[in-house]
Structures are given as structure tokens and as C-alpha cells.
């Protein structure tokens, strides 16, 4: 398989991750959808990352549809997700939360980097989703007294939860008060420190323009 993008990307890093933990080997081809939008576009026309080829040469797209794809392979009693109910469903929402979380991120890094002029309003409509979300997020770890967010393994849940925090820690670090958001603090810390995340790392690279 060969997994495109860098991994100071929360979307590429949260496929790493789960790739390395599910021990599939992989090629990876560190390419910037702005410096290499030209390599990436015969394997996605929207220029996106991440990009996971498989062995029979089809790209997939899309953290969520890639994950979907390595969860099969993985099987039902490996999966870092529930395969049904109630687990599955919350599993699924914190998911969605840190994906979005981490989109609003990455527009912001956007908006300062390529528009001379940024738009005062929304800059705080993001600021006001991302803390939103995180506040929701902490009440939601809150509510959970076991070592990760679905039990005693870890899960996508924390994966993405983990990259988005991370991503905006580095980018931009008057979003996240660990005084005020104690839980996720704790919980990154201890991702982090796990030797798939250690494996899977980068500086944040600012995109050029």
C-alpha cells in the first residue's frame, strides 16, 4: 500500500497511525497538496489528502472511506471501532466532532497563510466552532472513566481526537487552554506517547503559497 500526504496533515497522521497499529505495511510518499498537487491529482482530481493505494493499484479517499477499507482488512475482532449499536455510534460522533475540528484548523491556517486580508468574521465563526467542539469533547471524555475513549483499547475515536488536538495545538495555540480542557490534555498526552504515534510525526509545515 502507499499512503500519500505529510504527516503534519491530522487526516494523513490519523491514517498512519492506524496503519502502524494494525502492523500494514506501507510506502509512504510525503507529497503537499499545493507543492505536489500535480502527483496527487492522477490519484485524486480534488488534490486532497489523504491517499491510500491499494495493492490492486485503486486509490482511496477520504480519512473516513480509507479507515473503512483498513478496518475490513483488519477484520471484525482487530477493528479500532465497535462493529455496531450504541458503541459504534459514538464512536462514529466523536469521530465526525474531531474531524470537523480539524477542518476548521486547517481553514484557519488557510486563511492566515493565503488571503493578505482575512475576514475578521470568519475567523471568530471558526473560533467560536472550534471552541465549541472541544468543549463538547471534554465533557464527552468526561463522561468516559475508562483508559480510552471506548474501553481499554484504543480506537479511532482517540486517533482522531488526538491528531485534530495536536494539529491545532501546533497551529494555533491560543485555541486550546489545557487549564480549561484538562481531559483532552491528559488523553493527547498519553496518545502521544504511544510508540504508533511517536512513529508518525512531523513539524508543522506552513503551505506554501
Known sequence: MILIGQ???PFVRRVAIALVL?????EHRPWSTFGDAARIAPFNPLRRVPVLVVEDGEPL??????????????GPERALIARGGPARRQALKVCALASGLADKAVI???ERVLHERSSTVWIERCHT????VVDALEADRRSMPNAYWSGERIGHADIAVACALR?????????????????LARHCAQCEALEAFRAV?????????
Open 7 to 9: 504527516y503534519d496533515s
Open 22 to 26: 494494525y502492523g500494514f505495511p506501507y
Open 61 to 74: 479517499i477520504e480519512s473516513a472511506a480509507i479507515l473503512d477499507y483498513l478496518d475490513e482488512l483488519a
Open 108 to 110: 484557519l491556517v488557510y
Open 129 to 132: 466552532q472550534i471552541q465549541a
Open 167 to 183: 494539529f491545532l495545538r501546533e497551529a494555533h495555540p491560543e485555541c486550546f487552554d489545557a487549564a480549561r480542557w484538562p481531559q
Open 201 to 209: 510525526t512531523q513539524p508543522l509545515l506552513p503551505p506554501a503559497r
